[in-house]
């Protein structure tokens, strides 16, 4: 079973698919083939906690994930899980969220962090709003992400632009 995903490219090219499986009860990883079109025997479990959505980003050699509980349509708290390997060990690092609707992912779901082209260490996180009376009326959430004490963290901006990071 492969279910709510992402995939990931690491430094070296080599290229993961993080997903859901086992009615997204666990969250694993498996490293793809070198053409990206295939999975290779490195299948790992990550965690077993009902989690889906995995948004995963690397900053100075420390991976961070971030997932959303699995509550249907309904929004939920965030959990960030950090670890020195994709294949772990991980380990659970809170919320990340701040601000207005935190506790509910600001009424999304993650879906993606969007390393900054040109922008050392910055990070867009991307959630997902969905509208389950319309889901063709759905819509994106872009937050940037910043560092306190070297943990992720995502606040709340009403607006926001790429100049808030430094070249």
């Known amino acids: 079973m492969s279910r709510d995903m992402t995939l990931y490219v690491d ?5 993961y698919h993080v997903y859901s499986a086992r009615e997204n009860y666990d969250l694993r990883i498996v490293k ?10 490195q ?9 889906e959505a995995p948004a995963l980003f690397k900053k100075n ?21 950090v670890a020195k390997s994709l294949f772990g060990p991980w380990t659970p690092a809170g919320d990340p969220m701040r601000g207005p609707m935190a506790d509910k992912t600001f009424d ?8 900054v082209q040109g922008k050392k260490d910055a990070f867009i996180f ?20 910043s560092f306190e004490a070297n943990q992720p963290v995502v606040r709340w901006v009403d ?9």
């Open 43 to 51: 299948d790992t479990l990550l965690f077993s906690d009902h989690r």
């Open 61 to 81: 050699g420390q991976y961070y994930l971030i997932t959303s509980g699995c509550t249907g349509w309904a929004p939920n708290r965030a959990s960030l899980h």
């Open 11 to 15: 430094d070296d090219g080599s290229a």
């Open 126 to 145: 991307i959630a997902d709003r969905w509208n389950s009376k319309d889901l063709k009326d759905s819509r994106y959430l872009w937050l940037p992400v």
């Open 108 to 115: 999304g779901q993650s879906t993606y962090i969007l390393p």
């Open 32 to 41: 793809l083939t070198d053409d990206y079109l295939s999975a290779t025997k």
């Open 159 to 167: 607006s926001w632009n790429l100049g808030i990071w430094k070249k």
